[in-house]
């Protein structure tokens, strides 16, 4: 069966720079969940888009913005990289129904900042 | 969406059941408990759901009480690919909440 799909699965920037990770959700999944995790901590959720239009919103800097396009794949931008943004970035789609939402995670972008 | 409270550690014998507790005592009647498993720096997996029923699919049990306030995920027979971080979140709908979790060790 199709996963969701994340790319790149490594990059390395230098701090100030920006970077564009991308999820390519499962077929007719209509959400997009975008989370954090630093290491040795937990996944954090940064931000959703239901339909295309942002769902919901975490602990997403004001340096990260995102979306979500027209064939349902999503895009997180990050600018003016700093260190502390060394994480794993993983991407979950779902397709929401009634009461019940699983979400299904891609692989994860490791993200260096140097 | 409520809190949960789960052991940070825990150790089963390959090949055992591996049963994993989790209290809720805050969840409201709408919402669901949900089980997600990382196995070292992967994406989370999911692994089943519930409301109130007990339920079963191919990885594991989910048993919930009457009163709805804890859970046990059930892995009925634990392999050494089972070893992860167990995390139980109890939500309606939209973002995960991963809190803690247990980290689970099979050994041989």
């Known amino acids: 069966a199709a996963g969701v799909i994340q790319s790149p699965r490594h990059l390395i920037k230098e701090k100030r720079e920006t970077a564009t990770l991308k999820c390519y959700p499962i077929p007719r999944h209509d959400t997009v969940y975008w989370y954090q995790q630093g290491p040795g901590q937990d996944p954090q959720f940064l931000i959703s888009f239901y339909e295309k239009m942002q769902s919901d919103k975490g602990s997403i800097p004001d340096r990260f913005s995102a979306q979500q396009f027209s064939d349902y794949h999503s895009e997180l931008n990050m600018s003016s990289l700093e260190l502390g943004d060394s994480a794993l970035y993983f991407c979950a789609s779902s397709r929401r129904q009634s009461r019940v939402d699983i979400q299904y995670f891609g692989a994860g972008t490791r993200l260096s900042v140097l | 969406d409520a809190k949960t409270t789960q052991p940070p550690s825990m150790d089963c014998a390959e090949g055992r059941a591996a049963n994993l507790p989790c209290n809720h005592s805050?969840?409201?009647?709408?919402?669901?408990v949900y089980w997600y498993r990382q196995i070292h720096s992967q994406g989370p997996q999911y692994i089943i759901h519930g409301l109130k029923n007990n339920e079963t699919n191919e990885m594991a049990s989910l048993i919930i009480t009457e009163d709805r306030k804890s859970s046990t995920l059930i892995l009925p027979h634990a392999t050494l690919r089972d070893t992860a971080v167990y995390y139980c979140i109890v939500r309606l709908l939209n973002m995960l909440t991963f809190g803690g979790g247990t980290r689970l060790m099979v050994k041989p």
């Open positions: 805050t969840i409201s009647g709408n919402e669901y």
